[in-house]
């Protein structure tokens, strides 16, 4: 069965620093695709990210940067000159490759981001 | 609009009674998704539909749950003889297809208290 876990509960740090939240996943699929999605106080869940398991090239969105290593099966998110927006509950989520199936999302627990001045 | 639309934002209701959620998916996309969150448990799939084919069902917790996706577009999420345990915020999301590398995007979601 497939399983995310995100071991950081929360997290705080002031304006500009950087964060990285972390994402470790289990799956015995050998293609996979895994998400990140942005959870502000307002509730709707907002899709930053989608990686697929044979493209292990590192991304860069302006400040925010994933690193994707399959060898340690983890996809981990760093924010970059954190700011007050980017408070939120960040989730890191795992879908395996149809098999005939719905291609539902498995979720970790969520990392709560909390940035101060 | 452009996003996926839900209603009502907000329902409360007495324990024992039925109710009906609603999700209006983006226009185009083909695949439907309602999902759960709750303090206990996280995010929990229910059920996905795609198209003309049949629902799994999957993630429903019991058969109090049943979700309906009429002309390939809305649908309604309902849960009869409501319980405590159902309270939590309920998620649709929408897909292009059904394909699992297609971002699903989310709904503001129906917050549901059961007193």
């Known amino acids: 069965a497939q399983k995310v876990t995100q071991a950081q509960t929360e997290i705080s740090v002031v304006e500009k620093e950087d964060v990285t939240l972390d994402c470790v996943y289990e799956t015995r699929d050998t293609t996979y695709y895994l998400f990140w999605y942005k959870q502000p106080p307002s509730g709707e869940l907002v899709f930053l990210i989608r990686r697929n398991s044979f493209d292990e090239q590192n991304e860069i969105s302006g400040r925010y940067s994933w690193n994707f290593q399959k060898s340690t099966s983890s996809f981990n998110f760093t924010i970059t000159a954190s700011q007050v927006v980017d408070s939120a509950v960040y989730f890191c989520?795992?879908?395996?490759?149809?098999?005939?199936?719905?291609?539902?999302?498995?979720f970790g627990t969520g990392t709560r981001l909390q940035v101060t001045l | 609009g452009a996003g996926v639309s839900q209603s009502p934002s907000n329902k409360v209701t007495e324990k024992g009674k039925d109710v009906e959620l609603r999700c209006d998916p983006i226009s185009g996309h083909t695949a439907l998704y309602w999902y759960r969150q709750s303090l206990g448990q996280g995010l929990e799939f229910l059920i996905y539909f795609q198209g003309n084919s049949a629902p799994d069902k999957s993630g429903l917790p019991s058969d109090r749950f049943s979700a309906e996706r009429t002309g390939g577009s809305v649908s309604t999420l309902t849960i009869q003889r409501t319980q405590q345990e159902d309270s939590a915020v309920y998620l649709c999301?929408?897909?292009?297809?059904?394909?699992?590398?297609?971002?699903?995007?989310f709904g503001d979601g129906t917050r549901l208290s059961i007193l």
């Open positions: 989520a795992l879908s395996e490759r149809n098999t005939g199936t719905a291609s539902k999302l498995t």
């Open positions: 999301a929408s897909s292009f297809s059904r394909d699992s590398n297609q971002p699903q995007h």
